[in-house]
T-cell receptor, first 114, second 113 residues
Framework: GEEVAQTPKHLVRGEGQKAKLYCAPI?????VFWYQQVLKNEFKFLIS????????ETGMPKERFSAKCLPNSPCSLEIQATKLEDSAVYFC????????????FGPGTRLTVT | QQQVKQSPQSLIVQKGGISIINCAYE??????FPWYQQFPGKGPALLIA?????SEKKEGRFTISFNKSAKQFSLHIMDSQPGDSATYFC????????????FGGGTRLMVKP
């Protein structure tokens, strides 16, 4: 597609429950990025993929967060045992490779942990 | 450590005026500087970007000015319109860090009719 698609739009989970978010990058884009935007507008980089391979995972809290980009499937970001501080908007972005720095963002998934 | 500092946090401009948002960075390895516009409930949209070998880039009413020696860059919105009211983020990328975006803290712009 011509736009990054993210589902669901909103997700509500009780503390300790699992949350799974999905992202379909723009067709032809090989790089996928996940960012977390918290209430004060601060963006935090989580992880990036080059096709199905992890490219950079320096921002991932690995004890509870995991992500995958499998061939012919939407990319996913999963949070095991959610905590209140995980409440945020999670954005996926995609980029055409190689060497392109232009990242195009999806509409985001708002996760609320109660 | 905040690698990209953005100011002001909020800005009110009259219709037709010039909106100016400033950013400063510390990491000299940054080699691409985009600006994003975000409306409430939406994802950031790429507005304009510049590389450090260029001092100015203009696209329509939007201009980036870049000062490599001062490690500063700014966004100018000429003839600001109420439809420009949004949050603007500067960002920086270095290609030896996985192309991840390092964002500034954002500026909430309101253009009054």
């Amino acid at each position: 597609g011509e736009e990054v698609a993210q589902t669901p739009k909103h997700l509500v989970r009780g503390e300790g429950q699992k949350a799974k978010l999905y992202c379909a990058p723009i067709k032809g884009h090989s790089y996928v990025f996940w960012y977390q935007q918290v209430l004060k507008n601060e963006f935090k980089f989580l992880i990036s993929f080059q096709n199905e391979n992890v490219f950079d995972e320096t921002g991932m809290p690995k004890e509870r967060f995991s992500a995958k980009c499998l061939p012919n499937s939407p990319c996913s970001l999963e949070i095991q045992a959610t905590k209140l501080e995980d409440s945020a908007v999670y954005f996926c972005a995609s980029s055409h490779s190689p060497g392109s720095y232009e990242q195009y963002f999806g509409p985001g998934t708002r996760l609320t942990v109660t | 450590q905040q690698q990209v500092k953005q100011s002001p946090q909020s800005l009110i401009v009259q219709k037709g005026g010039i909106s100016i948002i400033n950013c400063a960075y510390e990491n000299t390895a940054f080699d691409y500087f985009p600006w994003y516009q975000q409306f409430p409930g939406k994802g950031p949209a790429l507005l304009i970007a510049i590389r450090p070998d260029v001092s100015e880039k203009k696209e329509g009413r939007f201009t980036i000015s870049f000062n490599k020696s001062a490690k500063q860059f700014s966004l100018h919105i000429m003839d600001s319109q109420p439809g420009d009211s949004a949050t603007y983020f500067c960002a920086a990328v270095t290609n030896n860090a996985g192309n991840m975006l390092t964002f500034g803290g954002g500026t909430r712009l309101m253009v009054k009719p």
